[in-house]
């Protein structure tokens, strides 16, 4: 399927107990085949966005609809099987099991049958993505560098066949070269039609690997527009 919203955003307000809202009634849609950028200094919110999108906060008000089916009080488990996959801040990886074994555990809601067809069917392309995993795929996750425990991280989320994927700050930490080498593997899965919305606190690298961009401060969206005609200086503005 092509074209259309893949996720629908209406008057969303997201707040941690009785505190004041973080997120403040905000719209966003991301289209089927888009890479949306969403950016934003520290403490804008966007962390606390993702986590209403993948069910680990339920909002106060409004809605989040995925492929039209409202989400916004689903269980945190259902999503991945529905094709909404988080990839969690800092690379997180089971750091004691083997690569192999990270790999088979991102299935573990399958049946072992069904569980070695999705692995027979992603493997290659992950070891195309990143050929140093077929290398190591018996080494302990934990003892590898935090830019190849990121590109596990990203191949077990693919593992779980995502429809859109949520990248929560893919370059953090991370050295440059080691982040290009992400975001092309970024650019390869969107080929492949995985819509994506990437966060994160600068624009530089997420402006050249999105089509559109969003800017959020203080809970709201401040800015958006196409990748190719949003200029940094009205990212700038938006952004303070
Ligand atoms: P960063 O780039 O630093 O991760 P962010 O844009 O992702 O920032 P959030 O982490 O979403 O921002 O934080 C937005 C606001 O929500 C902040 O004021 C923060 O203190 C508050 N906040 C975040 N997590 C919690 C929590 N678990 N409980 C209470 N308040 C929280």
Avoid at 60 to 67: H, N, T
Avoid at 76 to 89: F, I, T
Avoid at 202 to 231: F, K, Q, W
């Amino acid at each position: 399927m092509t074209g259309g919203a893949i996720l629908e955003i209406t008057g969303l307000v997201v707040a941690y107990g009785r505190a004041e809202a973080v997120i403040k009634s905000l719209d966003l849609t991301i289209d089927r085949g888009d890479a949306l950028g969403l950016v934003g200094m520290n403490g804008a919110g966007k962390s606390t966005l993702l986590r209403a999108i993948s069910g680990r906060l339920h909002p106060r008000a409004g809605r989040v609809l995925f492929e039209g089916e409202d989400i916004s009080s689903a269980r945190l488990s259902e999503l991945p099987r529905k094709g909404l996959v988080l990839l969690p801040e800092g690379h997180r990886v089971l750091r004691n099991l083997t690569v192999r074994e990270n790999l088979e555990i991102a299935t573990m809601a399958l049946r072992p049958a069904e569980v070695r067809r999705r692995l027979n069917e992603t493997l290659p392309l992950v070891h195309e993505m990143f050929p140093v995993l077929a290398d190591r795929s018996n080494q302990v996750a934990g003892l590898m560098s935090g830019g190849e425990q990121q590109m596990l991280s990203i191949s077990r989320a693919l593992i779980q066949k995502p429809k859109l994927l949520l990248l929560d700050e893919p370059s953090l930490g991370l050295a440059p070269l080691i982040i290009d080498r992400i975001y092309e593997s970024l650019t390869v899965l969107r080929d492949r039609g995985i819509a994506m919305l990437i966060v994160e606190q600068n624009s530089d690298r997420v402006v050249r690997a999105t089509n559109r961009m969003v800017v959020l401060r203080d809970g709201s969206i401040t800015a958006e527009g196409d990748s190719a005609s949003l200029d940094a200086s009205t990212i700038h503005a938006a952004y303070f």
